[in-house]
């Protein structure tokens, strides 16, 4: 039979070690985004103001001795090089594409607060086809969720290596609007 497992109180459990790497010259892959080849701790982005403490990127504000050195979102943007791309295609009405971009917008600008390498790069409308790149495979992917818990739809997701992008397609073949606006008018009338 074992021992009962003692319990030890808050403050007497050890403290998590730290582990301090030194700077390495092997490149680094950070959220599909490439590092400089090592991670420079205390850096801030010149371009957005992004601030990387030896972990992460981050917007809080940086030391005073912050190196300075473009971060991989803003590379991206530059190099006009996508980690993510969503193709959202189907039959949608203008005003179906003007309510899904103002959901991927908020989306993507709750994600922005929290994570500085996830951005919108570019949003294409055209009829029918909404097409979304991304600075991180992870928005892309968050984007999409937003747009399928709302609108329902097929995904389709390939890796391209070469490109070092997550591209996702996603195809809506009926009205899910107009279909949700029947079954809740359905619902609302067997309420009154």
């Known amino acids: 039979m074992k021992a009962p497992r003692q319990l030890l109180p808050r403050s007497a459990t050890p403290a998590p070690a730290i582990i301090v790497h030194e700077a390495r010259a092997v490149p680094l892959l950070c ?8 991670r420079d701790q205390h850096t801030v982005c010149p371009t957005c103001g992004a601030f990387f403490d ?6 809080s ?7 300075q050195r473009t971060c991989p979102a803003c590379r991206r943007l530059s190099e006009k090089r996508p980690a993510g791309r969503l193709i959202l295609e189907g039959p949608m009405t203008s ?3 003007h309510t899904i971009d103002a959901l991927l917008q908020r ?3 709750r994600e922005l607060q929290i994570h500085p390498m ?3 790069m570019e949003v294409r409308d055209q009829p029918g086809r909404i097409i979304v790149t ?3 495979a992870m928005l892309a992917r968050g984007l999409y969720v937003a747009v399928a818990t709302t609108y329902k739809g097929t995904l389709q997701i390939y890796y391209d290596a070469q490109a070092d992008c997550l591209n996702m397609h996603w195809t809506k073949w009926r009205d899910c609007c107009g279909l949700l606006r029947r079954r809740a008018s359905l619902s609302n009338s067997h309420i009154g």
Do not use: H, N
């Not at 959220?31 to 090592?38: H, S």
């Open 31 to 38: 959220q599909g985004a490439v590092m400089d080849g090592w």
């Open 54 to 59: 030896g972990l992460a990127w981050t917007w």
């Open 61 to 67: 504000l940086p030391t005073s001795y912050a190196l």
């Open 95 to 97: 005003e179906q594409q």
């Open 107 to 109: 989306r993507a600008d």
């Open 118 to 120: 996830e951005r919108i």
């Open 134 to 136: 991304t600075t991180s």
